[in-house]
């Protein structure tokens, strides 16, 4: 069965404080995996896609990173505007729309 | 403007009644999706469109319709409210012929409370 899970549910950090959030995957072949952004209140914004292990892609503090089992998304020195729940999702290769959603991980920056 | 809309965006609404929740979408996109987000669980697809002819149920789709009335406009139904139905549901678009066409954008979402 396809499954996506992220750790750690939740995650508090102070101002500055560099960590790790991370995507686990089991999938039949993978087209894409997904990282968005989601705001207290609204709907989730596009980060990023990756399509093959070893990829990274990088946007302000935040760089995401994919091998065959798991994507990280690292923030560098992070600001308490960096707060906000970080969904991850994957599409399937045997898919041609639909993503498979993980929980989220709700970071907290404590200025 | 926003790209996509979502009208109401809080509905508080009794059990058994039924209600509509709209989404347009200003991007030119033909894909169109529903979900829902429940606490705790990742956004789980309810209906989505390919086109204003192509229809399909995603993996929640009881005690829901849809309708594509045009290709910026989907609506969803609860023919029966019921309170577990409770939850925040968003609408997504997507452009299938896009080099990147799984990208989703999100509208701001509704707030639904079954009583």
């Known amino acids: 069965e396809d499954q996506v899970t992220q750790s750690p549910e939740a995650l508090r950090l102070q101002e500055g404080e560099s960590s790790s959030l991370n995507c686990s995957y089991t999938v039949s072949g993978l087209r894409g995996l997904f990282w968005y952004r989601q705001d207290p209140g609204k709907g989730p914004e596009f980060l990023f896609t990756?399509?093959?292990?070893?990829e990274e892609k990088e946007k302000e503090r935040l760089k995401a990173t994919l091998t065959k089992k798991e994507s990280f998304l690292h923030i560098t020195a992070p600001k308490p505007e960096d707060s906000a729940t970080y969904l991850c999702?994957?599409?399937?290769?045997?898919?041609?729309?639909?993503?498979?959603w993980g929980a989220g991980t709700k970071l907290i920056i404590k200025p | 403007d926003a790209d996509v809309t979502q009208t109401p965006r809080n509905r508080i609404t009794k059990t058994g009644k039924r209600i509509m929740l709209e989404c347009s979408q200003t991007?030119?996109?033909?894909?169109m999706y529903w979900y829902r987000q429940d606490p705790g669980l990742g956004l789980r697809l309810i209906y989505y469109s390919f086109d204003v002819k192509d229809i399909n149920k995603g993996e929640i789709s009881d005690g829901y319709s849809v309708s594509r009335q045009a290709q910026a406009k989907f609506s969803l139904s609860l023919e029966s409210a019921i309170p577990n139905q409770t939850a925040l549901y968003f609408c997504a678009t997507s452009d299938s012929i896009a080099q990147t066409q799984e990208t989703q954008y999100f509208g701001p979402g509704t707030r639904l409370l079954v009583l």
């Open positions: 990756l399509y093959s292990a070893g």
């Open positions: 991007k030119g996109h033909d894909r």
């Open positions: 999702a994957v599409q399937a290769g045997d898919s041609n729309y639909q993503l498979i």
